[in-house]
């Protein structure tokens, strides 16, 4: 087994391993953090599938957090009030539902906002991006029926045939599988032909046009997959507070996201794992002791940036700029 291979296992069982132990040793609120970290992480699984593998940057992928987040809570609470939604669409609290409902809520929003931005590239597609997130920010605050700039409160988290979702440990290994199952996919279209062709269009698209592939539909594609992802995560975070607002909208949200997929690694398959259980673990503790933590994490990014751009995955892999 190689280097990075041992480094990908090990970051696995970090995350399982920590949070197994944070129950049997009765820190629940452990087992709550390593949650978070197994959910940011998802949302940076997507990130990573068009900033990393696609040299895409996106600055508004937190709209389809948010989107997913509040697919999660409008259903919830409509299925708690009994009153349909638009008069007709009736709320649900299975997530059998649920999911499926979100990430088809954030994949047609990406294929929109997606289809727009891609005609763009550089400093113009992030700022197409961000504009789009904004967008949906403020409607999001604008929209009295769910909360407004309050938020919306759900209470209980939605169910799943067979499990005990309130159960911090099974809500735990619910966020965990679904982590697993999105590197899985990630691992597998990379090695296959789609994700063959998106990393040939982020190093040289004219010569992927050349041999009569077309970036803009493996890019759209990529966007849309990604999307999806993220509103799953998104779907997932709402569940694990039971609460969803516009800060799940916002950009600084969106910056988060790709602070710990930089931290972790670009383009590193872990990379948005590393990255995500280190910033979750650095609010917690720094963050525990003085409200101006981030600015060791800014220089935590700012040190990754200029002498180690593989992230932390990089480092404890000894490949400092190659990709996976």
């Not at 978070?36 to 593998?53: E, P, R």
């Not at 299975?94 to 409902?101: G, N, Q, R, S, T």
């Not at 735990?172 to 296959?192: H, K, Q, Y």
Request: aromatic share 10%.
């Amino acid at each position: 087994m190689s280097r990075a291979s041992l480094v990908n296992a090990g970051l696995l069982a970090l995350l399982i391993g920590g949070g197994l132990a944070a129950h049997w040793t009765g820190h629940g609120f452990w087992v709550t953090l390593a949650t978070k970290a197994a959910i940011l992480a998802l949302a940076g699984v997507g990130l990573n599938l068009v900033l990393g593998y696609g040299g895409l940057v996106s600055f508004g992928h937190a709209a389809f957090f948010g989107i997913g987040g509040y697919v999660t809570g409008v259903l919830a609470s409509h299925a708690m009030s009994g009153e349909p939604i638009l008069g007709s669409l009736p709320g649900t609290t299975d997530l059998l539902v649920i999911w499926p409902a979100a990430m088809a809520a954030g994949a047609l929003a990406a294929l929109v906002i997606g289809a727009l931005s891609l005609r763009t590239s550089g400093v113009y597609f992030i700022m197409v991006t961000l504009a789009f997130a904004q967008m949906i920010y403020w409607f999001a605050i604008g929209w009295p029926a769910y909360g407004g700039e309050d938020g919306l409160s759900f209470y209980v988290r939605n169910r799943l045939p067979g499990l005990a979702t309130m159960n911090p440990l099974t809500w735990f290994g619910v966020c965990v599988t679904l982590l697993l199952l999105a590197l899985a996919l990630v691992a597998v279209m990379m090695r296959a032909r789609f994700g063959l062709a998106l990393q040939a269009a982020r190093r040289n698209p004219q010569r992927v046009t050349a041999v009569g592939i077309r970036p803009f539909g493996i890019r759209l594609t990529a966007f849309v997959i990604s999307a999806a992802i993220t509103a799953l995560a998104g779907s997932l975070y709402a569940d694990l507070n039971r609460f969803i607002s516009p800060a799940a909208l916002s950009w600084h949200m969106s910056g988060e996201i790709m602070v710990f997929v930089i931290l972790g690694g670009v383009g590193r398959l872990m990379g948005p794992l590393a990255g995500a259980m280190t910033y979750v673990i650095l609010e917690h503790l720094v963050g525990g002791v003085s409200e101006y933590w981030q600015a060791l994490l800014g220089l935590a990014l700012l040190g990754i940036v200029m002498f180690a751009p593989g992230g932390i995955v990089g480092i404890l892999s000894g490949r400092g700029r190659s990709h996976d």
